[in-house]
């Protein structure tokens, strides 16, 4: 992290070594469910009210990014190449999965977390940007850190500043990620021709039911999952939530687990966490929050705090 941060000290819970198995079908066993499960929702759409699309297309699409992350961390087969083709359909269409590789990895850097310099998926800005934005940006970023703005606006903010770098990218004629955008259009072609060719959905309604609350279901997990802190564990939050979303997230809620054993498969981070539960908690600096519902109540009108890093004021 940049030294405007000063880091502490703090012991962390002493993991065992993880040894993975060389097809983890617990992850190959979400695959089949999610393709399923998608497959039959868009074929069977015109014969569903869209109270029932809406959620299950929702749950689905983010529940297919909690699918993407676990094969950025090299699961669930001993193949890199068969993993990124596990998820090469790209249900929620907005960002190539190369791209999100390697932003994600530049993110495990703990020293770094939450910096809006250093790390590419903090939702912090420097003081510097703050002080030149304009009014409407800055309503927009205090509405956005609120649970509701996360939810409804939280995608725009995606979209914004992804395809803006990938723009002056192009710009500046830097063509590094094109094999990325290529591999990507494939996996978009696949889903679309799926979507709307094959099943006859139109695209609004894909984009309505599907795409767009599907990245604001998956800001949800991310709402509260960093924190800026001088103490680099008391960064990442632990929410014990229940079986239906800690599956959705494919338990990345228990998120200090993650960081101090990215390498675990989702599957095993419970026992892990159960095993080990007062020290995660200490070493995250009680950083914790009973369940989603929690923090529906507390931040949902209510910004949790101001868009500005404190490390670098």
């Given at each position: 992290m940049s030294n405007r941060f000063v880091s502490g000290q703090a012991s962390a819970p002493v993991l065992r070594k993880h040894v993975s198995r060389k097809f983890e079908f617990p992850t190959l066993a979400v695959v089949v469910v999610i393709y399923a499960a998608f497959g039959a929702l868009t074929w069977f759409h015109g014969a569903l009210a869209w109270w029932v699309l809406l959620p299950a297309g929702t749950f689905l699409v983010a529940w297919h990014g909690s699918l993407q992350h676990e094969v950025v961390h090299g699961h669930p087969t001993p193949f890199a190449w068969l993993n990124e083709a596990l998820v090469l359909p790209s249900l929620w269409l907005w960002i190539p999965f190369r791209l999100y590789r390697e932003s994600h990895l530049a993110h495990h850097n703990d020293d770094s977390l939450t910096d809006p310099l250093d790390d590419p998926e903090s939702f912090y800005?420097?003081?510097?940007?703050?002080?030149?934005?304009?009014?409407f940006v800055?309503?927009?970023?205090?509405?956005q850190n609120s649970l509701a703005g996360r939810l409804?606006?939280?995608?725009?903010?995606?979209?914004?500043?992804?395809?803006?770098?990938?723009?002056?990218?192009l710009l500046r004629g830097d063509f590094s990620h094109?094999?990325?955008?290529?591999?990507?259009?494939?996996?978009?072609v696949l889903v679309?021709?799926?979507?709307?060719?094959?099943?006859?959905?139109?695209?609004?309604?894909?984009l309505l039911f599907f795409v767009y609350p599907g990245i604001g279901l998956t800001?949800?997990?991310?709402?509260?999952?960093?924190?800026?802190?001088?103490?680099?564990?008391?960064?990442?939050?632990?929410?014990?939530?229940g079986p239906l979303m800690s599956l959705l997230f494919l338990n990345n809620n228990l998120h200090i687990v993650h960081h101090a054993k990215p390498g675990l498969p989702w599957y095993r981070i419970p026992a892990l966490y159960r095993e080990q539960r007062a020290?995660?908690?200490?070493?995250?600096?009680?950083?914790?929050f009973s369940g989603y519902g929690t923090i529906f109540r507390r931040y949902f009108f209510r910004a949790k705090e101001a868009p500005v890093h404190?490390?670098?004021a």
């Open positions: 800005l420097t003081a510097e940007a703050w002080a030149t934005a304009g009014p800055r309503t927009f970023l205090w509405v409804l606006l939280g995608p725009l903010r995606c979209f914004w500043l992804l395809y803006g770098a990938e723009g002056k990218r094109a094999k990325a955008w290529a591999l990507h259009g494939l996996g978009v679309l021709t799926w979507v709307l060719a094959v099943c006859g959905l139109p695209l609004w309604q894909y800001l949800l997990r991310s709402f509260l999952e960093h924190r800026a802190e001088p103490v680099p564990t008391h960064r990442s939050a632990i929410v014990e939530a020290l995660f908690q200490a070493a995250n600096g009680g950083y914790v404190p490390g670098t």
